[in-house]
């Protein structure tokens, strides 16, 4: 069947739909939508004849991604390995790490200051200078293609940087352009607007309007005042996102991580998130990638609890996203680790296990942003804990402000009123491992380091994908070397995005150093997660009470596969008073036990399988 063909049959299968959709978000532009699928037809034809093969080879293999052997990583290229062909250079040690699936931190072309971390796109169709070219880029995935390794890559929808072409042929006056942003000659509608619509970031970038002098506009900022929000009532910017989007695709990208995606539609007197119309666009987005480039995943970045973000995923007839993160689980592993106890995170990892076991989650201790303390206030406060009150003890303990915690942290955006500081830090740092080595305090350093490896073993005991972050293998600590940098100083989350340390990664083969430990202890917790099939998503999984405050019990199942994984979040050795019937052998300590009464060393993990 010749490509034409193929590109026919499926643009067939999803056009009702699609046109459907298309006329509801833009009625009477039926015109639009049939330049809409030339666009689409010529992205199709010029698809690498090798990603074809790759599209059809998950088109007859759909579970692709929701096995047992995916382990991601986040990384940032400059950080890594200075440019993407240093990144291709370091597969190899890539492959060490356990990981077949990449996420490369934004890289974009975007302005020098003023960038966001990369998500103030200046244009979509370049990599920043330094970083290489988009040649460079499709050479790095053809070659993780080769050695069976995915590659994602951020996707920027909500806005543009105020340096895009857009933005500039706006700022000069050209109404096309400034259509494509919400621009208003008076604050009349942008106070509308903030009555009811949240501010992201109200200390350091509040409201969500900017105030330009020059042309004497107010334009729509929901981030930052550099960040332009795009209008999607206006059919031009998604078609031309949408074609940003499929260059990106046929540069092999496999996974597309859509930012920001609840908030890409406006609308006057509501909050502007989560709109009806951002799910159709979701959804015609995933039928746009199946069409063109079916072998391509959608990731949703939707920072909400579990079962809010659940939408997101679709429905079996209309899917929308194939992934989305695991917030809320990450930010409560991190208030388990301050308060130690693990009522609230046992109480979410069952509304987790409820869920359809075809949603896919990413799961991770660590990312490139922040981590905010969007916990379960209502429920936390039947605890006695107030939020506010337990914001500042959280902020306090992870910055080493808290009798006892040897945690180092910073916060960012910190509002002392509200109590909504965010926090940065590396893994190791948070876990105590810089104050252990800084008093050269032996016993705390190998507690510190239990603490490490007891929160990736929890992780890698969920069900979805592991994400790791670069550097986190190894133990990295914070990078305090920003504050000299003016360009970064004022974002405290360049703490935890400092350069690879190389010479410490060399040391993951020397026994005995918190390297070896780590990267030892990691990757055997990923090779015992890709060998029992009971780590598949299909898996039932639910908790079992432990009779101990600090010590949680996760139960797995599939196929007379039974493992229970235990996990002690506090300093102390603890029992697990559970009752199961068996033997099982703990597959960290290589122990042969009973399932009843297990002694818990401090921060100790166990990953135990049933034998009889």
């Not at 998500?119 to 920043?128: G, H, I, L, N, R």
């Not at 303990?397 to 109590?419: I, Q, V």
């Amino acid at each position: 069947m010749d490509d034409k063909t193929v590109f026919q049959e499926r643009l067939e299968k999803h056009y009702d739909e699609l046109k459907w959709l298309y006329c509801e978000l833009y009625p009477g532009r039926e015109d639009l939508f049939h330049e809409l699928c030339k666009r689409l037809e010529r992205r199709a034809s010029e698809r690498a004849s090798e990603l074809k093969k790759l599209d059809q080879k998950r088109i007859s293999d759909p579970d692709w991604y929701r096995r047992n052997d995916l382990v991601g990583m986040m990384l940032y290229v400059d950080a890594f390995a200075g440019n993407l062909k240093g990144v291709k250079k370091k597969l190899d040690y890539l492959e060490e790490c356990g990981v077949n699936y990449i996420h490369l931190m934004p890289l974009l072309d975007s302005p020098k200051v003023r960038n966001d971390g990369g998500y103030a796109v200046s244009d979509f169709t370049m990599v920043k200078d330094g970083l290489g070219t988009m040649e460079d880029l499709a050479a790095l995935t053809g070659e993780c293609h080769r050695r069976g390794i995915s590659v994602c890559l951020d996707f920027v929808m909500n806005h543009t940087s105020d340096e895009h072409e857009w933005a500039l042929r706006a700022r000069n006056g050209e109404k096309e352009y400034q259509d494509r942003y919400f621009f208003y000659d008076s604050y009349d509608i942008p106070g509308q607007f903030e009555k009811t619509c949240p501010q992201v970031f109200p200390t350091t970038a509040p409201g969500n309007f900017t105030w330009l002098e020059d042309i004497r506009k107010f334009v729509m900022t929901t981030f930052y005042p550099y960040q332009w929000d795009l209008n999607y009532r206006n059919p031009a910017v998604f078609a031309d996102m949408t074609d940003y989007l499929l260059n990106l695709t046929n540069k092999g990208i496999d996974i597309i991580r859509i930012d920001a995606v609840p908030y890409i539609w406006k609308e006057l007197g509501t909050n502007c998130r989560n709109l009806p119309q951002v799910h159709n666009i979701v959804r015609m987005l995933r039928m746009i990638c199946e069409i063109v480039c079916p072998g391509v995943l959608l990731l949703g970045e939707v920072v909400m609890e579990p079962e809010k973000v659940v939408p997101y995923f679709g429905t079996v007839d209309k899917p929308e996203c194939h992934m989305l993160y695991n917030v809320t689980t990450m930010a409560t592993t991190w208030h388990t680790v301050a308060v130690k106890d693990v009522s609230l995170l046992k109480r979410q990892m069952d509304i987790v296990s409820k869920l359809p076991r075809e949603y896919v989650f990413l799961n991770y201790l660590r990312c490139h942003d922040d981590i905010g303390w969007g916990l379960e206030y209502g429920w936390l406060k039947q605890k006695g804990m107030d939020e506010v009150a337990h914001k500042k003890y959280l902020n306090d303990y992870f910055t080493g402000n808290y009798p006892g915690s040897d945690s180092r942290g910073e916060l960012y955006n910190d509002d002392p009123r509200l109590g909504d500081a965010r926090l940065c830090g590396t893994t190791a740092s948070l876990c105590g491992i810089e104050a252990a080595e800084e008093r050269k305090d032996e016993e705390a350093l190998k507690r510190s380091v239990d603490c490490d490896l007891m929160l990736h073993g929890y992780m890698l005991a969920q069900s979805g994908i592991p994400m790791l972050y670069s550097g986190d293998e190894i133990g990295q600590l914070n990078d305090y070397t920003y504050r000299d940098n003016p360009r970064k100083a004022a974002d405290s989350r360049y703490l935890h995005r400092g350069a690879f340390h190389w010479k410490d990664a060399a040391l993951r083969k020397k026994p005995g150093t918190v390297q070896n430990r780590l990267f030892s202890g990691i990757g055997k917790m990923e090779e015992l997660r890709k060998t029992y099939k009971v780590f598949l998503n299909a898996a039932a999984v639910w908790t079992l009470e432990t009779y101990d405050p600090s010590v949680l019990c996760l139960v797995r199942e599939l196929e007379g596969e039974r493992f229970i994984g235990l996990f002690n979040f506090s300093p102390w050795g603890k029992t697990a008073w559970i009752d199961e019937p068996g033997m099982y052998h703990d597959l960290i300590s290589d122990e042969m036990l009973e399932a009843r009464g297990v002694l818990m060393p401090p921060y100790g993990v166990r990953w135990m399988f049933k034998v009889d």
